[in-house]
């Protein structure tokens, strides 16, 4: 496979200082491989400044859910990205995709990681769908005319994915499907949802793949949960009560969701992973920008060495989760395995971004611990990133088994 010709894009518009309350000031040089890709992570970094930006505090503080948002971003093309442009998308290498990710974590977490979810949630249709199916159903989940949401986890059931217990029973229209979900982001604002569910009794061989569209009769959902961020995504229980599915709604063969969940699962770490790095560069950018602004003993807190080198470790560790994450992006685009890859993007990537926003509420001091400044609110967004899409103990544990190789018998965990 040649190599391709990166081109090389950065932030042209960065000037000292700028970024008190937010704004950027740390240059982000970027590789991207052609120089479509580059244009296209510039446009979504414009739109996520000049839109999201200015939205995201209001919005977070008021738990308002920016479906528009999202909407806007499936006509950029985003949405459909790393899809192939049959399908609808864009036919982007994913190390594009997740660059433009990036940028719109930057300006707006809540944002990013529903992006994140919605474009996993298209996985098992754009790559185990029927033709049919993907030129019924694809289009309007690429082009965000309809927004999708990925429903595998359960009460008793989150790393656990052959201990699920949500039926799909055969019935006369194709199948009725029983059970409850949890933690599902656009829960009751999702168009389709991208539900897991046992067929038979035996686990995990039963376990398959269906989309349940948002208004299906027995189709219901709990209440919206409350969390320490994230407050404009929207996270809540799914409650299957004998939803009909028919059989052009389901995704593979029965028996091979496990397999599909899992693939799923691979390229979502890695669009939380992307966020997580979005994230981290917005608190680092805080924190620089403040730190040349704010002056103690008569000259600015960046000019301390104590400074610099906190400074310099943040900087480190989010440099460090971004060549994760592309490393890990771009053998998903040579077609090489990236398991352990994305295990270790997500594991690298979320505590960088637990530890860098943590030090930027340091580097403000008494206005980092205000809701006047964004680094509290970075702070409480960045522990979740530890958390969904498998938890950090999962991804060392994913990690320790890609290393070992297989042990013997059917592993349990969320790969």
């Keep these: 496979m040649a190599v391709p010709p990166y081109c090389r894009w950065y932030r042209s518009d960065v000037r000292p200082g700028a970024g008190g309350r937010g704004g950027p000031t740390v240059a982000v040089e970027r590789l991207l491989p052609t120089d479509e890709g580059a244009e296209l992570v510039a446009l979504v970094r414009e739109v996520a400044r000049a839109e999201l930006v200015p939205r995201a505090a209001a919005d977070e503080a008021a738990g308002r859910y920016p479906r528009d948002v999202f909407a806007m971003l499936g006509g950029l093309g985003l949405l459909g990205m790393p899809y192939p442009e049959e399908l609808g998308g864009l036919g982007q290498p994913y190390e594009v995709y997740l660059q433009a990710l990036e940028e719109v974590a930057a300006a ?42 990925y429903a ?67 189709l219901g959902f ?22 009909a599915v028919g059989d052009d709604r389901r995704i593979g ?19 939380i992973a992307a966020c997580a790095t979005g994230l981290a560069q917005a608190a680092l950018d805080l924190a620089v920008g403040y730190a040349q602004e704010r002056r103690q003993f008569g000259r600015a807190v960046a000019e301390f060495q104590g400074m610099q080198f906190l400074l310099a470790d943040m900087a480190a ?32 990537a979320t505590d960088a971004a637990m530890r860098v926003t943590t030090d ?46 297989s042990l013997g018998g059917s592993s349990r965990a969320a790969r």
Excluded at 228 to 235: C, F, K, P, Y
Aim: glycine share 14%; charged share 20%; aromatic share 6%.
């Design 360 to 405: 930027a509420v340091q580097v403000l001091g008494g206005y980092g611990y205000t809701t006047d400044f964004p680094a509290e609110r970075f702070m409480r967004e960045a522990k979740v990133t530890q958390i969904f899409e498998g938890t950090n103990q999962i991804q060392r544990l994913v990690i320790g088994r890609q290393l070992l190789g």
């Design 222 to 243: 709990g209440a919206p949960e409350r969390k320490m961020g994230l407050s404009s995504s929207v996270t809540a229980g799914l409650h299957l009560d004998g939803v």
């Design 253 to 271: 063969a029965e028996g091979q969701g496990m397999r599909i969940a899992l693939s799923a699962l691979d390229s979502g770490r890695l669009g």
């Design 317 to 348: 560790a989010v440099d460090s989760a971004r060549a994760t994450y592309l490393l890990a992006a771009r053998k998903r685009d040579a077609g090489m395995a990236f398991t352990r890859d994305a295990a270790v993007a997500k594991l690298v």
């Design 108 to 149: 707006w977490m809540s944002v990013g990681v529903g992006v994140s979810v919605h474009v996993m949630s298209c996985h098992p249709l754009a790559t185990w769908g029927t033709p049919a199916q993907q030129e019924r159903l694809l289009p309007d989940l690429v082009g965000g005319d309809r927004l999708g949401a």
């Design 152 to 218: 595998l986890s359960e009460p008793q059931a989150g790393s656990d994915i052959a201990g699920l217990t949500s039926r799909a029973k055969r019935s006369d229209e194709g199948y009725a499907l029983h059970g409850t979900k949890a933690w599902v982001t656009h829960g009751s604002q999702a168009d389709v949802y991208t539900v897991f569910a046992r067929v038979g009794e035996s686990p995990p061989a039963g376990l398959t793949c269906f989309l349940v569209p948002g208004d299906a009769p027995g």
